[in-house]
């Protein structure tokens, strides 16, 4: 079975810019959740899509936004970059909604705001 | 709120000693509990979890770890490292799902493990 597949796997964007990053959820998964790993840091939960619906959200402002598709890869979207938002972006993908399914994490993608 | 300690930043062992890294959570109920391991600029690698049942549970790569309800932890052991076991390793809990929305799993800061020769 095929794993989780984070792209692109490293960004430079300007501060200011927007920025999407995509996973590709393991075979059979249904539930994606991103994660922020800042330097040094555990990974924060930025919000969780179960059968295409936000379902579950963290601490993080509305300019980060996100998408499932059908197929159950999805999109993170951030707006308005700023320099904090440089950090390691993890997509986590899940058998269903329920924390006892646990999760399958991607490699991430390591962004960088200059 | 559900919350993770992990006292030890950084920890160093010598190759083949015994290893125990702390995981101290805070949960109203029961939580369920993971330990990862994440190697430099990688993703993260899912050792072991408690759900329920016996509290002694087993992992990948001879890691087992305990919960202990009355301490509020779920400490990792190893019998015997290997180098290759240097990495950084994440305790983490998840809520129960309530219907209220899901709270993705809470981590800790991370335990930086050194391997000596």
């Known amino acids: 079975e095929t794993g989780v597949t984070q792209s692109p796997t490293h960004l430079i964007k300007t501060r200011g810019q927007q920025v999407t990053l995509r996973c590709s959820s393991q075979?059979?998964?249904?539930?994606v959740s991103w994660y922020q790993q800042a330097l040094g840091q555990g990974p924060q939960f930025i919000f969780q899509?179960?059968?295409?619906?936000?379902?579950g959200r963290g601490n993080f402002p509305p300019r980060f936004s996100g998408l499932q598709f059908p197929n159950y890869s999805s999109e993170l979207n951030v707006n308005a970059l700023e320099l904090d938002d440089s950090a390691l972006y993890l997509c986590?993908?899940?058998?269903?909604?329920?924390?006892?399914?646990?999760?399958?994490f991607g490699s991430g993608t390591r962004l960088t705001v200059v | 709120a559900q919350s993770v300690t992990q006292p030890d930043i950084h920890i160093t062992v010598s190759e083949g000693a015994s290893l125990e890294l702390r995981c101290n959570y805070s949960?109203?109920?029961?939580?369920?509990l993971f330990w990862y391991v994440q190697s430099p600029g990688q993703g993260l690698q899912l050792l072991l979890k408690?759900?329920?049942?016996?509290?002694l549970v087993q992992g990948i790569k001879g890691f087992e770890a305990e919960f202990k309800r009355s301490q509020s932890s779920f400490n990792l052991r190893k019998p015997s490292v290997h180098w290759s076991d240097a990495a950084e390793y994440f305790c983490?809990?998840?809520?129960?799902?309530?219907?209220?929305?899901?709270?993705?799993?809470?981590f800790g800061k991370g335990t930086h493990l050194i391997i000596q020769p």
């Open positions: 986590a993908s899940s058998l269903g909604q329920l924390a006892n399914y646990g999760y399958t």
């Open positions: 075979s059979g998964h249904n539930t």
């Open positions: 899509y179960y059968r295409e619906e936000e379902n």
């Open positions: 949960y109203g109920a029961t939580p369920y």
């Open positions: 408690y759900f329920s049942g016996d509290t």
């Open positions: 983490a809990v998840g809520a129960m799902y309530s219907g209220g929305g899901a709270d993705g799993l809470t």
